[in-house]
C-alpha cells in the first residue's frame, strides 16, 4: 500500500509506502504515477501517528445513549468525592434499554472510527458488578481485535478494603486475561496505603504486569501516597512498568517537591497518564516531557455517571490539553499532539518511540508501525484547532476506519 499525497507531521507532501504493518519508505509525492487499488489517497491531508487513550472508562460509558443530566454527587443525597460518585454509578449503570456490552462495545468503535487505535481501558471489578463490566470490556476488546490494541486494566473503583472479597475477583480477572492492575487513592480511599499497595504490587508480581494507580489525592497526601509507589517500584525493580493517573495536585505544594518528583518519575521511569484537567495545581507538562518522563493522554469517562464529558475524540482531548497547559507557540501545541499519539503509546508497549523533547515528532518516519491518521488542516496546530471530520485511519498498516465510520477488515 502507499498513502499517497500526505503531510507527515505538517511536513513536505510525500509519499508513504507501507509494508508488513510498518513504515518502509517515505519520498516526495509523485503525481505522475497513477494508484493502485490499494493505495489511499490522502489528498493533501495531515498524516500523525494515531491517538493512543491511556486513560479511559468504557466500562461506565453512556455513549449513544439519551443525554442525562449530570448527577455525580448521588441521587440519594450522598456526599460528593469519589466513593460518593462510585456509589451513585452503582445506583444506575444497569438501568438502560441497550445492553451494557454493547454500549461499551460502541464506544469503542466510536473511539477507532474518530483517530485511536491504542487503548488502556479501566474495567471495574468489585464486589457489586463482580466481572460483569470487565467481560463486557473484554468482548469489545475481542470484536475489534483487528482494529485496535487494546488494554485492560483491572480497576478497583471502590476500594480494594472497603468491601470483603474484592481481592478474589481482583485476582479471577487477572486469571482471565486484564493486562494492567489498577490501584486507587491508597490514602484518602482505603486509609491504609501499605496493606493497599501490598496488594497491588503483589498481584502484579504474581502475574507478571504492569501498575497504574489512579491518584486523586490532593497536596501533601498524594505526594505521601505517590512517594510510597515510587519506594516499592525501586525496591521490586519495576523501573517501566508502573503509571501514575490523574496526579493534578502534585505540582502544588512547592517547586522544590515539584522538581523531585519530576526527576524520580524519570529516574525510575514511572510515566504519567493525564486527562488534562481544568486545575492549576498538576506538575507542568513540558518539565515532565524535557525530563524524560513518558507522559500520555486519556479522556476518562465517556458521558458517563461521572461526568457529562467524554466523546471519543482524542482531537478534542488534545485541545484542551493545549488549552489547560496555557500552550499558544505552534512546537508547544502540536507537542499535546506528540503526547495524545506517541506518548501514550510509550505508556502501552516500551517498544515505542518516545517523545523526547518539545521539538520531536515521532511516530511517522521509515521503521515506524503503521498506526496512523490522515486529518485535514493547514498545519498541526491548525488540525487541533480545528478538529475536522476528513479522517482515514490506519491500524497495522490496514485502513480501519474512514469518514468517521469503522470499516470491516
Known amino acids: 500500500m502507499i498513502i ?23 519520498a516526495p509525492h509523485d503525481a505522475a504515477t497513477a494508484p493502485a487499488a490499494d493505495d489511499v489517497d490522502g489528498r493533501g491531508r495531515l498524516v500523525l501517528p494515531s491517538f493512543s487513550d491511556v486513560h479511559v472508562h468504557l466500562d461506565s460509558s453512556r455513549i ?6 449530570h448527577s455525580a454527587v448521588g441521587e440519594n443525597g450522598r456526599a460528593p468525592g469519589v466513593w460518593g460518585m462510585m456509589l451513585n454509578d452503582r445506583d444506575n449503570w444497569r438501568h438502560t434499554d441497550v445492553p451494557h456490552a454493547e454500549i461499551v462495545a460502541g464506544t469503542l468503535e466510536q473511539m477507532i472510527a474518530k483517530g485511536t487505535t491504542r487503548v488502556r ?11 460483569e463490566k470487565f467481560d463486557s470490556v473484554l ?19 471502590a476500594g480494594i478494603l472497603r468491601e470483603a472479597g474484592t481481592v478474589d475477583y481482583l485476582e479471577e480477572s487477572l486469571k482471565q486475561g486484564a493486562d494492567v492492575m489498577g490501584g486507587i487513592d491508597p490514602s484518602q480511599l482505603d486509609r491504609d ?47 517501566g512498568k508502573v503509571t501514575i493517573s490523574h496526579a493534578y495536585d502534585l505540582g502544588s505544594v512547592s517547586d522544590a517537591v515539584s522538581r523531585r518528583l519530576i526527576d524520580e518519575f524519570a529516574e525510575l521511569d514511572v510515566a504519567m497518564a493525564t486527562i488534562a484537567p481544568s486545575t492549576t495545581g498538576h506538575l507542568r507538562l513540558v518539565d515532565l516531557i524535557e525530563a524524560g518522563v513518558r ?7 465517556q458521558r458517563d455517571y461521572w461526568s457529562p464529558y467524554g466523546n471519543c475524540d482524542m482531537l478534542d482531548r488534545t485541545w484542551q490539553l493545549a488549552f489547560v497547559n496555557g500552550f499558544r507557540r ?24 518516545r ?20 486529518v485535514d488542516g493547514e498545519t498541526p496546530t491548525s488540525a487541533v484547532m480545528d478538529r475536522g471530520a476528513d479522517r482515514t485511519v490506519l491500524h497495522d498498516g490496514r485502513v480501519v476506519a474512514d469518514g468517521l465510520r469503522v470499516v470491516a477488515i
Not at 141 to 153: L, P, S, T, Y
Not at 295 to 301: P, S
Request: one cysteine or more; aromatic letters at 6%; charged letters at 25%.
Open 4 to 26: 499517497r499525497n500526505v503531510r507527515p507531521w505538517g511536513a513536505d507532501v510525500a509519499d508513504i509506502v507501507i509494508e508488513g504493518g510498518r513504515i518502509a519508505a517515505i
Open 64 to 69: 449513544g445513549l439519551p443525554f442525562r443530566p
Open 121 to 131: 481501558t479501566y474495567a471495574q471489578v468489585d464486589v457489586d458488578c463482580k466481572l
Open 139 to 157: 468482548a469489545a476488546k475481542e470484536k475489534f481485535r483487528g482494529h485496535a490494541d487494546v488494554q485492560i486494566m483491572t480497576f478497583p473503583q
Open 193 to 239: 496505603p501499605v496493606r493497599h499497595l501490598d496488594i497491588v504490587f503483589g498481584l502484579a508480581e504474581k502475574y507478571q504486569i504492569e501498575v497504574d494507580i489512579h491518584l486523586h489525592e490532593p497536596g501533601a497526601l498524594g505526594v505521601f501516597s505517590t512517594e510510597l509507589v515510587l519506594e516499592r517500584t525501586r525496591a521490586l525493580g519495576m523501573q
Open 295 to 301: 507522559v500520555g493522554l486519556g479522556e476518562d469517562g
Open 330 to 353: 505552534d512546537d508547544h501545541i502540536e507537542l499535546a499532539l506528540a503526547v495524545a499519539t506517541m506518548g501514550g503509546a510509550s505508556i502501552m508497549s516500551n517498544a515505542s518511540p
Open 355 to 374: 517523545v523526547t523533547g518539545v521539538g520531536d515528532r515521532p511516530g511517522v518516519t521509515v521503521g515506524d508501525r503503521a498506526d496512523l491518521v490522515l
